[in-house]
């Protein structure tokens, strides 16, 4: 059984006129924000396109907000096709006895600060795969910390293992 490196997905955008496909790669975590938030998605298109594929394919003008909408479902369906592998929490809440004083906003932001050290301005730039894989660890050491969380993770491990080693034998 050969283990090959993570290497981070490419999401192909097809676009009817001219008809072409561009390969993009993930969004840095601040992209993936704007795009989510963008009121003009047309001309954020072409700048998305011209920073993650190298090209600039010029778009009608109904075709930008189109565009951003596949390449947000792409990144998201990637996201919730690997939840249970990252195991990237939908909500965020800590259950710990000290009062988190920051607002919700920044609460994963403030997890991935506390366990890995990245500030939240360096995480803007990070790629939003690896910001999410990054989170997930920092939820899964918060967990840790623990028995019932301990016992649940193991639980997760064994279940985790024994799928792996079922598609291995297949």
Known sequence: MN???FTLPEFAIGIPIPKTTVILSAPTKNDYYRMT????KHRLAGEMMEKYSGTNVPLLPDMGEAFINEYL??????????MD?????????F?????DKLPVMTCAENAVYTYSGVDFIRQAELNIIEYWMILADSMKARILRTKDGKDYLDECWHDMHRI???ECTI
């Open 3 to 5: 283990i090959l490196p």
């Open 37 to 40: 938030a963008a009121r003009n």
């Open 73 to 82: 479902r792409q990144i998201n369906e990637y996201r919730e096709k690997n």
């Open 85 to 93: 592998y990252l195991m990237i929490p939908e909500t965020i809440s």
């Open 95 to 99: 259950d710990t006895p000290e009062p």
């Open 164 to 166: 792996s080693t079922l």
